[in-house]
C-alpha cells in the first residue's frame, strides 16, 4: 500500500497503490502524496505531473476511517490542504484515470489541470448516499469546471458518469481504451515537457489567478503584466528567434 513518485525524464509520475480496497484513500495515503508534492516541488527539471491509480483512480476517501469520527475529527480527517498543494504545484498536472473516481478520489482528479480517463472509467459523488456531501473540493470545482446543474446533478443525485458522458460535459479532456490511460497520460505529458518550464509556470499561474477573481477587467490586467513580463526570459528569445531561423527551440527553463 502507498503512494509513490518515479521520474520518467521531466516527468513525475505519482502512482496510488491500494488494490485491496480500490485505492480508497486512507490519511496515510494522503500523507504520503503531501511528501510526494514536497519532492516534486524541489525538483526543478520536472515539467509535468502525472497522477494515476492502476485499475482504479480511487474509490473515493476510505469510509471506514472516518466512519466514527465527530465533527474536530473530520477537519483533522480533511484532504484539502493537500488537494490545494496539488492545485498550487507549479507545473501542470494530469489525472489519468481508470476505473472509479469516486467522492475523494474524483476531487483529487479535480485538484489535477487535465484528466484522462479509460472508457470504463466511473466518475461521481457518491457522498449524499453516506450521509454527507463532497468535502475536499466537489463542491467547489465541480460546479467551476462543468457548471452548477451538472454538478448539482452528480451530488444530490449520487449517480455516477460514463466516461463518455464525463467527457461530453468537459468533466475528462479525454477518453481513451482501458489500458491506454498511462501511455496517454504520458503521451501528453511529454508534448508539454518539451514547452519552456518558465513559461508553463506563467500560463499555469495566470489561469488560476484568473479563475480566483471576479473582474475580468483586474483578470486581463494581470495576465498583461505577467505576458510582458516573460520578455525577460531567455526562453522567450529562444522562443521567437527559433521560429524565425526556422528550427526547433531549445529552451533552458529560464
Ligand atoms: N472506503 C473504504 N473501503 C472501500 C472504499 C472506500 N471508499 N471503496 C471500496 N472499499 C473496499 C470495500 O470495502 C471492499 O473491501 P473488502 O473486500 O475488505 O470488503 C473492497 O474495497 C472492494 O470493494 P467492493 O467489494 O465494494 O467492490 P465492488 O466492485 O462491489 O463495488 C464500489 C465498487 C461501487 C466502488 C464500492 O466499493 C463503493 O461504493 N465504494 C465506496 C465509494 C464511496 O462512497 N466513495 C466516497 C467516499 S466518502 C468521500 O470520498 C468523502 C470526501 O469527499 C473526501
Known amino acids: 500500500m502507498g503512494i509513490s513518485v518515479r521520474y520518467e525524464g521531466a516527468v513525475a509520475v505519482v502512482s496510488i497503490h491500494r488494490p485491496e480496497a480500490l485505492n480508497a484513500l486512507n490519511r496515510e495515503l494522503i500523507d504520503q502524496l503531501d511528501a510526494c508534492i514536497s519532492e516534486i516541488e524541489s525538483r526543478k527539471e520536472v515539467k509535468c505531473v502525472i497522477l494515476h491509480g492502476s485499475k482504479n483512480f480511487a474509490a473515493g476517501a476510505d469510509i471506514a476511517q472516518m466512519a466514527d469520527c465527530d465533527p474536530e475529527g473530520a477537519k483533522a480527517f480533511a484532504f484539502s490542504p493537500v488537494y490545494n498543494r496539488m492545485v498550487q504545484l507549479p507545473v501542470p498536472t494530469i489525472a489519468a484515470m481508470e476505473g472509479y ?25 457518491p457522498e449524499i448516499g453516506l450521509g454527507i456531501m463532497p468535502g475536499a473540493g466537489g463542491t467547489i470545482r465541480a460546479p467551476r469546471l462543468i457548471g452548477g446543474a451538472k454538478a448539482m446533478e452528480m451530488i444530490f443525485t449520487g449517480s455516477s458518469l460514463s ?29 508539454i515537457a ?26 486581463v490586467a494581470m495576465e498583461a503584466e505577467n505576458w510582458s513580463g516573460m520578455f525577460a526570459t531567455y526562453d522567450q528569445k529562444e522562443g521567437m ?3 524565425l531561423e526556422k528550427r526547433k527551440p531549445s529552451f533552458a527553463d529560464r
Do not use: P, Q, W
Open 241 to 243: 528567434h527559433a521560429f
Open 101 to 125: 473516481a469516486l467522492g475523494g478520489g474524483l476531487e483529487l482528479a479535480l485538484a489535477c489541470d487535465l484528466r484522462i480517463c479509460g472508457e470504463s472509467a466511473k466518475l461521481g459523488f
Open 194 to 219: 518539451k514547452k519552456s518550464r518558465a513559461a508553463l509556470e506563467v500560463a499555469k499561474h495566470s489561469i488560476l489567478a484568473g479563475m480566483e477573481m471576479t473582474s475580468v477587467t483586474e483578470a
Open 163 to 191: 466516461a463518455a458522458d464525463a467527457e461530453r460535459i468537459g468533466l475528462v479532456n479525454r477518453v481513451v481504451s482501458d489500458g491506454d490511460v498511462l501511455t496517454a497520460a504520458m503521451e501528453m505529458a511529454m508534448k
